[in-house]
């Protein structure tokens, strides 16, 4: 038993190849004691999306984010360096930080006022000892900072290591930037800016996260759910993806530029000329999804609320400071408003499927050897982390 809702066999099902393979069963989708067994089989022992880096501009920015219940809080310290640290006083375990903000000094914790460096440590102690007295004897300031969460921040994204035990991230995320070596250059990462308008949007969605992660990772429904982009990125100018075992999804071999609708965005100068109408869009599994273009970029960190809602948090970026300018503004918006289009009709499909799983007449149903590859490859690498948990 893996839990009292997906049992061994039902992962063993999963893990067969293609053509004989069935989905994860419908309690995977369903059921909130399993959603709470994912956040620590699934998300905790993997490098999972938080949040992103530019909403903390400065030194001194400060963010509680509560995520899959869990009370975190991300910060940017003095030396500019990105952290994130369980959200929780040590000493009565107050909630420490209840509001985004910019602190000058210290974090403070409102109850009985201890306060602690952005780099976690326990500074101040207030009638620790007595009035008056700030020390207590046996009483070590050291041992009682915050506790931090392994992080790192890649393509903006602040990724979490909550059990601490993952690969290095250099080592996890290297089959990818090989792959996009090819397209984004050395430079590439360097160069991308989120822009004030046309960065992004929050959409809500009545499923499972993983059915969102599902439909991303397959071109397969093109015709039917995107008539608009199918119009010039055709199901058939697409391509699987599954690069090692932590990304799938597909590629597009006819992109078009978004140059009509104003003045052309600028490119990543390494993107090879005669690949400018090719596209990738990968999902970082558990929960990023990823699309780089030869002149913009995004990403969605998909947040589970509950079983059956998901939240996903989108991000634009461009090429360079010019690129996030006034003159640019009109293309990036057309940008933003295609991907709106784009995305608000995959919400039908996957709101659908959520609400197919509460059928006894399916139970995991089974995949297009042929079209379903990556989809099958994530249920694939969910299973494993079930298993091995
Ligand atoms: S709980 Fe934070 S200072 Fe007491
Ligand atoms: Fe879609």
């Not at 093109?222 to 010039?232: A, R």
Request: with cysteine; hydrophobic share 35%.
């Amino acid at each position: 038993m893996i839990t009292q809702d997906v049992s061994a066999l039902d992962l063993q099902q999963v893990l067969q190849p293609i053509e004989h393979a069935t989905g994860l069963p419908n309690q995977a989708y369903v059921s909130e004691a399993f959603l709470a067994h994912e956040r620590e089989s699934v998300f905790a022992s993997s490098w999972t999306g938080l949040w992103f880096a530019s909403d903390l501009p400065k030194p001194g920015y400060v963010k509680p984010i509560d995520f899959m219940g869990l009370p975190l809080v991300i910060l940017r310290d003095k030396q500019d360096r990105i952290r994130v640290f369980h959200n929780v006083c040590s000493h009565r375990g107050m909630i420490l930080v209840h509001e985004e903000m910019e602190v000058q000094g210290a974090l403070r914790c409102k109850y009985h006022s201890w306060s602690y460096s952005l780099d976690g440590e326990l500074k101040g102690t207030p009638h620790l000892g007595g009035i008056g007295q700030h020390r207590a004897p046996g009483f070590e300031h050291c041992e009682h900072g915050l506790k931090p969460v392994r992080s790192t921040v890649w393509m903006d994204v602040i990724f979490i290591n909550l059990s601490g035990d993952a690969p290095d991230f250099d080592e996890y995320i290297q089959p990818l930037n090989e792959k996009w070596q090819g397209y984004l250059g050395d430079t590439g990462l360097e160069r991308m800016r989120s822009a004030v308008n046309g960065k992004g949007m929050q959409i809500e969605v009545r499923s499972n996260w993983k059915l969102a992660v599902e439909n991303y990772c397959e071109s397969y429904h093109l015709p039917w759910i995107h008539p608009g982009l199918n119009t010039y990125s055709r199901l058939e100018d697409h391509y699987h993806i599954m690069y090692g075992d932590n990304f799938g999804g597909q590629g597009s071999l006819a992109y078009r530029l978004f140059d009509q609708a104003g003045s052309p965005l600028p490119r990543f100068p390494e993107w090879p000329e005669d690949k400018l109408e090719q596209a990738e869009y990968v999902s970082f599994y558990p929960n990023v999804l990823l699309g780089i273009q030869a002149d913009h970029t995004f990403t969605m960190i998909i947040e589970p609320v509950a079983c059956n809602r998901s939240r996903e948090h989108l991000r634009l970026y461009y090429v360079g400071d010019d690129a996030v300018g006034d003159e640019h503004a009109a293309s990036r918006n057309a940008i933003l408003e295609s991907w709106r289009v784009v995305f608000s009709e995959d919400i039908d499909a996957v709101e659908g499927m959520q609400r197919g799983r509460l059928s006894p007449g399916y139970g995991g149903g089974v995949f297009s050897p042929a079209m379903d590859n990556p989809t099958h490859h994530f249920h694939q690498w969910v299973a494993r982390k079930l298993a091995a948990a």
